[in-house]
Nanobody, 125 residues
């Protein structure tokens, strides 16, 4: 129902910047939330940042003040990463959630994630 294509990963020195992009396409159901996750080797996957269609954003404490998430009207997701640290090295995946309706007819954002292919971000000192 959703296809996600990422770009923008690469290698950068500490203190540098990168911008990740994720182009999303929908079939039927609209996207209600998008986000970025990352996973380093031997580490648990973590949510880096998310954004909902009402503009609400979340950030992991480790990236607050350095990363900015945004989304355009065509559901292209961005993650601007500034002041990168070696600890930011990971595979970054974008994810999307779809709008659903309960039996009562109330809309809600499904917790099921659709995933992009992932892009490697490597920060060296």
């Amino acid at each position: 129902q959703v296809q996600l294509v990422e770009s923008g990963g690469g290698s950068v020195q500490a203190g540098g910047s990168l911008q990740l992009s994720c182009a999303a396409s929908e079939n039927i159901n609209p996207i209600c939330r998008m986000g970025w996750y990352r996973q380093a080797p031997g580490k648990e996957r973590e949510l880096v940042s998310s954004i909902s269609t009402d503009g609400t954003t979340t950030y992991a404490d480790s990236v607050k003040g350095r990363f900015t998430i945004s989304q355009n009207s065509k559901n292209t997701l961005y993650l601007q990463m500034n002041s990168l640290k070696t600890e930011d090295t990971a595979v970054y995946h974008c994810a999307a959630n779809l709008k659903r309706y309960s039996r009562l007819g109330l809309a809600w954002c499904d917790g099921h994630n659709y995933w992009g292919q992932g892009t490697q971000v490597t920060v060296s000192s």
